[in-house]
């Protein structure tokens, strides 16, 4: 399989305008990669959703125990958790009805990609949320780093 198929820019861009993500695998502790990405996207003005059954409150919102949990709507599945766990996490963010499932670096799944996929969510993979945030929407998008390369040439 490939997974540059799951870094396609336009799905990417159409999935960050999308504001309520689930981050699944969110720790409490401030110095954990999933930590820092949920207070960014809090930063930035996302509506984040704790999903971690070891705790009751992250970031001073209540944390879920599974996708299920939440009784509210979510666009985003955002996973923090070892591949091997993606595939059940797929079939909850089917049955929750989110839009994408987005998997962080290093968490690669095709079978959780294919489940995700059937049913007509878009996925991300292997990308990080706050770095492709920041590319397209943020700071480094004004700099000019969204074009894919390090380069002073611009595509015409």
């Known amino acids: 399989m490939n997974i540059e198929r799951y870094q396609d820019p336009k799905v990417i861009r159409q999935t960050l305008t999308r504001r309520r993500v689930a981050i699944v695998g969110l720790s409490g502790n401030e110095l954990r990669a999933s930590n820092f990405v949920g207070r960014y996207l809090l930063r930035n003005g996302y509506d984040v959703t704790p999903v971690n059954p070891r705790e009751e409150f992250i970031l001073g919102r209540k944390s879920y125990a599974s996708l ?3 009784p509210d709507p979510i666009d985003t599945v955002d996973v923090f958790r070892q591949p091997s766990a993606v595939p059940a996490i797929a079939s ?3 049955a929750i009805g989110a ?3 987005w998997l962080q670096y290093g968490v690669i ?3 959780g990609a294919e489940i995700a996929e059937k049913a007509g969510l878009n996925v991300v993979m292997d990308c990080c949320m706050k770095v492709e945030h920041a590319r397209y929407l943020g700071r480094m998008h004004w700099l000019g780093f969204n074009t894919g390369r390090i380069s002073a040439v611009r595509d015409s």
Do not use: N, W, Y
């Open 68 to 70: 299920t949990d939440i």
């Open 92 to 94: 909850e963010a089917v």
């Open 99 to 101: 839009g994408c499932l």
């Open 109 to 111: 799944s095709f079978e």
